[in-house]
Structure formats: structure tokens, C-alpha cells
């Protein structure tokens, strides 16, 4: 059990929360990330820690509201418990000072991606970010990307916020503009990184890529979350999640992710059944 702390609404959907787990906080890395449990029966799901405070002993994550699991979430209130939580889980991100960072998020990628914009600008890189969403109320984090960046730009599929269409046209452009990057972190839907990582990487830019792979227990024993590297099998939670975008092989991930998608749209339809007593 862990105490929510306190918690914001950052937009519609989206949420930070501030949950007491003093051993979390001390042992945490930029990167990584927790495995919880709203209440007893829900499913455990992956949350990057966003921020923690060791000598306090808490931890942040921000979440979006996408289903049934991470609606359970959003219900529990400041002071009362979240019913497990373990990590920190996963390889930190590798941080240093490489000089020109780019930094992509697509959707709910926003979240994981903004501790590495922050640790990779403390590192003393300039940080170019992108972020992208449907539409501008589906966008994730711009006021604290703003912050953490050297520049910030911003993507909506419909127009409604800044370039009108995708993060990997931004990029585009600022190849265009002759802009150049030594390294680049790319965080979002799998076919959002397969194309972005493809230009990045045809770019000759060192680029890594974080999977989200379905993961249930987080510790590499149930092989959810198996994804192939250069010719490999890796599991993203314990090898991961991040990876050399050039070796993964995107359309491997991408039928294993849509072979639980109609799974998830029933459990989806359920719940929203029983709120309504049908
Ligand atoms: C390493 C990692 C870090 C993440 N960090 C964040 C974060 O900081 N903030 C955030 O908003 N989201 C994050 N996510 C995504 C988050 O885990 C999903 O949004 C959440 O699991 C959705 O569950 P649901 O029941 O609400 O929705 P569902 O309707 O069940 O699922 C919606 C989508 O979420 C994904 N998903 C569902 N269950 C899992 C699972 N057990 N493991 C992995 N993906 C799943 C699938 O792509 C699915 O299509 C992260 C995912 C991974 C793998
Ligand atoms: S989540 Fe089970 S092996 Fe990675």
C-alpha cells in the first residue's frame, strides 16, 4: 500500500500524483519507472516515475486517462492508499552530455519522455523537444516541457496547436533548417517511433527509442513484454525500455500490440457497462 499524497489535474485527462514511497524516491533513476495497482483485482500497469524527492520520500507520476485501469486511478483520493506499487523498475536512461538532444513524444509519451528532457538539459545538452497529440487537448505537459527545454514545438493531427500534422514533419523541417543533433530519445505510439526513428536514424542520429510493450509483472519472468533487438529477444522491463531505435524490429511490436488491442476494447465496453448497471 502506498498514500496518494496529493494530486493535480493537469488537463481533462491528464494527472499528477505524489504517492509516499520513500524507498522508491531513493533508489530512482530518470527512466525508469513503477508497477501498480490502483486497488485489489485491478490489472498492474506501467507508470514512469516522473520526479521524486528522496529526502522526503515521495514520488510523482503523471498519467492520461486511457482505459479502464488508469480511470481507477484517476478516482483514488488525496490520503488514501494505492494498493501496490513496485520499482523502480527498468534500466535508467543513459544520461550524458552529448550536446544537441532531440527529444519526440507522441501522445501519452509526453509523460515518460519529460524526466529524460529534464536530466538530459541538467546534463548540460540543449534540448530541442517535440510533442504531438491528436489535438491540443490531448496534449501532455507543454507549460513543464517549455520549461525544461531549449526549444519546444509543438504537433496536433487536426491543427488545433501548432504545426498542423505530425511530430516527424516538425522534424523535417528542422532538418530543413539545417538543424543538426547528436543524439535523440523518441517516446510514443509504435508507429509513431517506427516512422520518426527511421528519419532520425536515416539522419545518422544516434537515436533510441522507449518500448511499450504490454508488461504485467515487470521483473522478465512472465514474457509479456518480449521484444526483438538486433535479432534478439529482450524484455523491455528488465533490458528496457529503451533501446538503439536502428535494431528493433518495429513490425514484430506492432502485431504483438494489436493482438490485445480487441481484448482491451471489450474489457473497455465491460466497465463502462457496470458504471452504467447494464
Ligand atoms: C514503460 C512504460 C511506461 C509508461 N509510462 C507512462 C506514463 O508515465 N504515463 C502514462 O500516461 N502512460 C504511461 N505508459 C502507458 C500506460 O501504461 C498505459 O496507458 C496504461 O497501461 C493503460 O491502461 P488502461 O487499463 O487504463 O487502458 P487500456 O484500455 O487497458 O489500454 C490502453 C493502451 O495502454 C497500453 N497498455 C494497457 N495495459 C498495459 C500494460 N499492462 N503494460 C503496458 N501497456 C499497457 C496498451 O497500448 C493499450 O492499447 C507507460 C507504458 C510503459 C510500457
Ligand atoms: S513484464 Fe513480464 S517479462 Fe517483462
Redesign the pocket.
Known amino acids: 500500500m502506498a498514500r496518494l499524497l496529493s494530486r493535480d489535474k493537469l488537463s481533462p485527462l491528464?494527472w499528477r500524483y505524489r504517492i509516499d514511497a520513500p524507498r522508491i524516491a531513493r533508489k530512482h533513476r530518470a527512466g525508469q519507472?513503477v508497477i501498480l495497482r490502483p486497488v485489489e483485482g485491478s490489472?498492474?500497469?506501467?507508470?514512469?516515475i516522473?520526479n521524486a524527492d528522496p529526502g522526503k520520500g515521495w514520488i510523482e507520476?503523471?498519467?492520461?486517462?486511457?482505459?479502464?485501469?488508469?480511470?481507477r486511478l484517476s478516482h483514488i483520493r488525496q490520503g488514501e492508499e494505492i494498493a501496490d506499487i513496485v520499482g523502480p523498475l527498468?534500466r535508467p536512461t543513459h544520461v550524458e552530455k552529448f550536446g544537441r538532444a532531440l527529444c519526440i513524444g507522441g501522445g501519452?509519451g509526453a509523460?515518460?519522455l519529460y524526466p529524460i528532457v529534464r536530466a538530459l538539459h541538467d546534463a548540460g545538452n540543449h534540448v530541442t523537444t517535440i510533442i504531438g497529440a491528436r489535438n491540443k487537448d490531448l496534449l501532455m505537459l507543454e507549460n513543464e516541457m517549455r520549461e525544461a527545454s531549449d526549444r519546444l514545438l509543438i504537433a496536433t493531427d487536426d491543427g488545433s496547436e501548432g504545426h498542423h500534422g505530425f511530430v516527424s514533419d516538425v522534424f523535417n523541417s528542422l532538418v530543413a533548417e539545417g538543424e543538426a543533433f547528436d543524439v535523440a530519445m523518441v517516446i510514443g505510439p509504435v508507429i509513431m517511433m517506427k516512422v520518426t526513428t527511421s528519419l532520425t536514424v536515416a539522419q545518422g542520429i544516434r537515436t533510441y527509442a522507449?518500448?511499450?510493450?504490454?508488461?504485467?509483472d515487470g521483473t522478465g519472468m512472465c514474457g509479456?513484454?518480449r521484444v526483438t533487438v538486433e535479432g534478439k529477444t529482450r524484455f523491455?522491463?528488465v533490458d528496457g525500455?529503451e533501446f538503439d531505435a536502428s535494431g528493433i524490429d518495429w513490425d514484430e511490436l506492432i502485431k504483438r500490440?494489436s493482438a490485445?488491442?480487441q481484448f482491451?476494447?471489450q474489457?473497455?465496453k465491460d466497465h463502462e457497462c457496470k458504471l452504467a448497471g447494464l
Do not use: D
Not at 490489472?43 to 514512469?48: D, F, K
Not at 522507449?210 to 508488461?215: G, Q, R, T, V, W
Open positions: 491528464v519507472f490489472e498492474r500497469i506501467p507508470l514512469t516522473a507520476i503523471i498519467f492520461q486517462v486511457v482505459g479502464k485501469t488508469t480511470a527498468g501519452v509523460a515518460p522507449s518500448l511499450n510493450p504490454i508488461m504485467v509479456g513484454c523491455a522491463c525500455p500490440l490485445y488491442r482491451e476494447s474489457k473497455n
